[in-house]
């Protein structure tokens, strides 16, 4: 039985429609995952050290910062809180340039920076599979995302 043009209209915009919201979630990830990432991965010319942990409030934990190359010491910086930050703990960190923000460096930073890109390869991969009806292609999203959680799970 042949399909009628306004029935082959009404499949390509819904596909178009959830191409469309596969791709802001991957790019809604990615721009998240970005804002940190970026300081870790272009880290040439970015002020390295150490920071160990004093206190932690509810969004932020501070402490006190020693540069590796020369530059000047700081009292306070500041780090985003996370399940891996605890009070007392020494992290290798690369400031935000023009900023008192530390960024976690290493395996584990680098990792962090991206968990938003990879819950939003997990969820792209629902609309993928169900909206799109490309089940290989979902899996291979699902599967990326999911081994990023995984890894950053057990390297944190």
């Given at each position: 039985m042949k399909r009628n043009s306004s029935g082959r209209m009404l499949t390509h915009a819904r596909k178009a429609a959830m191409a469309l919201v596969a791709l802001l979630l991957l790019v809604a990830g990615f721009s998240s995952s970005w804002g940190n990432a970026q300081h870790i991965l272009l880290s040439k010319g970015r002020e390295h050290g150490t920071l160990t942990v004093a206190r932690c409030g509810d969004e932020v934990c501070t402490g006190p910062y020693?540069?590796?190359?020369?530059?000047?010491?700081?009292d306070r910086v500041t780090i985003d809180r996370s399940v891996a930050v605890k009070k007392g703990v020494t992290l290798a960190v690369v400031l935000k340039p023009g900023t008192g923000e530390a960024v976690r460096t290493g395996p584990a930073g680098g990792l962090?920076?991206?968990?938003?890109?990879?819950?939003?390869?997990?969820?792209?991969?629902?609309?993928?599979?169900?909206g799109l009806r490309l089940t290989r292609v979902a899996w291979v999203s699902a599967s990326a995302g999911g081994a990023l959680l995984v890894a950053s799970f057990l390297v944190l």
């Amino acid at each position: 039985m042949k399909r009628n043009s306004s029935g082959r209209m009404l499949t390509h915009a819904r596909k178009a429609a959830m191409a469309l919201v596969a791709l802001l979630l991957l790019v809604a990830g990615f721009s998240s995952s970005w804002g940190n990432a970026q300081h870790i991965l272009l880290s040439k010319g970015r002020e390295h050290g150490t920071l160990t942990v004093a206190r932690c409030g509810d969004e932020v934990c501070t402490g006190p910062y020693v540069p590796k190359a020369p530059a000047p010491e700081r009292d306070r910086v500041t780090i985003d809180r996370s399940v891996a930050v605890k009070k007392g703990v020494t992290l290798a960190v690369v400031l935000k340039p023009g900023t008192g923000e530390a960024v976690r460096t290493g395996p584990a930073g680098g990792l962090h920076a991206w968990l938003p890109l990879g819950g939003a390869l997990l969820l792209a991969a629902l609309v993928i599979g169900g909206g799109l009806r490309l089940t290989r292609v979902a899996w291979v999203s699902a599967s990326a995302g999911g081994a990023l959680l995984v890894a950053s799970f057990l390297v944190l």
